[in-house]
């Protein structure tokens, strides 16, 4: 019973989480004749997003991460710190565009029917295809923000030296402006290989899920998610650590083999440092300090941001409350800097 009512608690809290701002309002475009940068062509991309607010509002543009879509920003921990009345981005103000990037949620990705015989996609042909969307289909001449996580931040970056004059400020978040490499790509390819080297995948031509695709998934959240003193103060002991592997391994999982091998293969050839002096939006990179996929060790950020005229680093302290690399998805840690940058920034071009 009080499993029952401590359920429809949170329930009830998450409702009233959402319900601060608008409902997100559905669309869909579609790019005819795309060709992807390995010159690989579709007739028809279709490229699925969500609105929050009045196309009235400044427009806003939020990126996601790997295997995610649009609804997965739309969470109390991201969403519903933001987008409420008197929030950073108070959707009565901004407009809100949440696209699913191509191979991801509802735009065109393996599943649809071609399988293998998918284009091999990049971060590069995502982004393309999000700027057709903002200003070939919803007709917008300037952002007031470009803000992503992880994979989403990535791609930031990329908008910010790809399109400099798009944006006013740009918020790439998780991630570095430099080539996929380290442990952060060897990883990766782990989950492709593991992927491909499966019988059950046959090619891409699978009849029942090859058992993989979880099993590689899994292995690679633990190993570059959830901060160390997160899991300690989670599993402090081999028992409390078995339980939660368990629960994770036989947790349902939805996704699609091909979905998912080329959802991580798509960041094989990330690398934006190339443009980073054209760079002209007031940039800041947020970061977490136990941050598996970017170490902050290394000392790459603060040598790349030297190279952004407007860029400022905003590092997020490592503790039991934080998540490693899935820090930044929870806005408490960086809202009030988000919002000071919203008021202070310069309106470009409007």
């Known amino acids: 019973m009080i499993r029952i009512v401590l359920s429809c608690l949170l329930a009830v809290v998450s409702?009233?989480?959402?319900?601060?701002?608008?409902?997100?309002?559905?669309?869909?475009?579609?790019?005819?004749?795309?060709?992807?940068?390995?010159?690989?062509?579709?007739?028809?991309?279709?490229?699925?997003?969500?609105t929050v607010g009045s196309p009235k509002g400044e427009p806003v543009l939020v990126l996601h991460g790997t295997t995610g879509s649009g609804l997965s920003m739309l969470t109390p921990a991201f969403a519903g710190e933001l987008f409420g009345p008197g929030q950073p981005l108070d959707a009565a103000r901004y407009h809100i565009i949440l696209p699913d990037a191509v191979g991801h949620g509802k735009s065109s990705k393996p599943s649809d029917g071609l399988r293998?015989?998918?284009?091999?996609?990049?971060?590069?042909?995502?982004?393309?295809?999000?700027y057709r969307?903002?200003?070939?289909?919803?007709?917008?001449?300037?952002?007031?923000?470009?803000?992503?996580?992880?994979?989403?931040?990535m791609e930031t970056w990329i908008f910010a030296q790809k399109y400099p004059a798009l944006m006013d400020i740009a918020v790439p978040m998780a991630s570095l402006p430099t080539e996929m490499a380290s442990r952060n790509w060897m990883l990766r390819r782990l989950i492709t290989d593991s992927i491909r080297n499966d019988p059950e995948w046959m090619n891409g031509n699978?009849?029942?899920?090859?058992?993989s695709a979880q099993f590689a998934s899994v292995f690679f959240n633990f190993a570059t998610n959830g901060g160390d003193q997160a899991y300690y103060k989670a599993a402090p002991t081999r028992e409390k650590a078995d339980q939660l592997l368990d629960q994770r391994l036989?947790?349902?999982?939805?996704?699609?083999?091909?979905?998912?091998l080329y959802q991580w293969d798509s960041s094989r050839d990330y690398n934006p440092s190339a443009g980073l002096e054209r760079i002209e939006a007031v940039l800041l990179a947020i970061n977490?300090?136990?941050?598996?996929?970017?170490?902050?060790?290394?000392?790459?950020?603060?040598?790349?941001i030297k190279r952004v005229k407007n860029g400022r680093i905003l590092l997020i302290p490592g503790s039991e409350q934080t998540a490693g690399h899935g820090t930044t998805a929870q806005a408490k840690f960086w809202k009030k800097e988000l919002a000071e940058l919203l008021q202070a920034a310069p309106r470009r071009g409007h």
């Open 206 to 211: 699978y009849t029942k899920q090859p058992r």
């Open 288 to 304: 977490s300090a136990d941050d598996e996929r970017n170490p902050p060790e290394t000392g790459v950020l603060e040598r790349e």
């Open 250 to 260: 036989a947790a349902p999982f939805p996704a699609d083999a091909n979905d998912v």
């Open 15 to 50: 409702t009233i989480a959402l319900a601060q701002y608008p409902a997100p309002q559905e669309g869909q475009w579609v790019a005819r004749d795309f060709r992807f940068q390995s010159g690989e062509t579709l007739p028809e991309v279709r490229l699925h997003y969500r």
């Open 133 to 153: 969307l903002v200003t070939q289909h919803l007709g917008i001449k300037r952002l007031r923000l470009v803000i992503g996580n992880s994979m989403g931040g």
């Open 116 to 130: 293998a015989r998918f284009p091999r996609y990049t971060y590069d042909d995502m982004v393309e295809l999000q």
